[in-house]
C-alpha cells in the first residue's frame, strides 16, 4: 500500500541496509512484501518500526532486521524447499516463498495457522503450505529440505530437524538455556553423519514448545 512506502523506505534504509544486510534478493524482497497485511489492524501503523510486535495468542511477529538477517543466513537459492518452523502471522514464510521454490510451514497453535494459511491465499503468496503440530519433530513427509529456519527459541537443536536437512543444507535457529534469551546458531549438514556449528549473534525469541523443544 502506497501509505507504508515511506516507512518501508526506512526500514530498509536504516534497519536493514544500514545494519549491514547485503543480501539483495532479500532487500528486495523486503520491499515487496506488505508488512502491515501481517499485523492487526490497529498494529499497522507500527508494521514497519523496529521492533517485534504483537500478533494472536500472545506470541510475535520478528522484529525486521531479525526476519532479513536470518533469511540472509540461510544462504537460499531459486530452487530451494524451504521448512519454516513458527508460522506466526505468515510474515517471515512470505518473504522466503519470495525466495525459494517451495516453503513448508509449521504452527503449533491451530487459530494461527488458519489465519496465516487465509492472509497468504488472500495476497496469492502460492507456494507456501502450512501445517498445524508440533515442529520440533520437523514435517517427515516432504524432508529433506535445503534449508530451515525456526522462529522460536530452543533448549537445543532438535535432532529431527538436523536429520530432515539435505547434505549442503543449513538449519538457522536460536539456541538458549534460558525460556527467552538464545544465540543465533546457523547447523550445515556437510555430509551423512557430519554437522558443522556457528554462533551467529544473541536473539530473543517465544520460545519453542513441542517434544524436542521445551
Ligand atoms: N515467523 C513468524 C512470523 O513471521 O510472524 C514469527 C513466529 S513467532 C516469533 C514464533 C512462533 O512459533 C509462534 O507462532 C509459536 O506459536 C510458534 N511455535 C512455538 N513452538 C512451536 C512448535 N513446536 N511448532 C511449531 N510452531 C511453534
Known amino acids: 500500500m502506497k ?5 518501508r523506505d526506512i526500514m530498509i534504509r536504516d534497519h536493514l541496509l544500514g545494519r549491514g544486510i547485503r543480501d539483495q534478493e532479500v532487500i528486495k524482497t523486503m520491499r515487496d512484501v506488505p508488512r502491515e497485511a501481517f499485523v492487526d489492524e490497529r498494529m499497522r501503523e507500527k508494521a514497519y518500526g523496529d521492533h517485534p510486535l504483537p500478533i494472536a495468542e500472545g506470541q510475535t511477529i520478528s522484529q525486521p532486521y531479525i526476519v532479513a538477517y536470518m533469511t540472509e543466513a540461510l544462504e537460499l537459492n531459486h530452487t530451494d524447499r524451504v521448512l519454516e518452523i513458527g508460522t506466526g502471522s505468515g510474515y517471515a514464510a512470505a518473504v522466503l516463498s519470495r525466495i525459494v521454490k517451495m516453503v513448508y510451514s509449521v504452527e503449533r497453535l491451530g487459530g494461527l495457522a488458519e489465519a496465516a494459511r487465509q492472509r497468504l491465499e488472500l495476497l496469492s503468496y502460492t507456494n507456501v503450505v502450512i501445517h498445524e503440530g ?4 520437523g514435517w517427515p513427509e516432504h524432508a529433506p529440505y535445503d534449508a530451515i529456519v525456526v522462529t522460536a ?25 534460558s525460556y527467552d534469551l538464545q544465540e543465533l546458531v546457523r547447523v550445515r549438514r556437510v555430509s551423512e553423519h557430519d554437522y558443522r ?11 519453542l514448545i513441542g517434544a524436542a523443544g521445551w
Request: contains cysteine; glycine residues 14%.
Open 134 to 137: 508440533d515442529g520440533t519433530l
Open 3 to 7: 501509505a507504508f512506502n515511506y516507512q
Open 153 to 177: 527459541g530452543a533448549p537445543k537443536v532438535p535432532q529431527p530437524l538436523c536429520e530432515q536437512l539435505a547434505i549442503g543444507g543449513r538449519l538457522v535457529i536460536p539456541v538458549g538455556r
Open 197 to 207: 556449528h556457528e554462533e551467529l549473534c544473541g536473539v530473543r525469541f517465544v520460545p
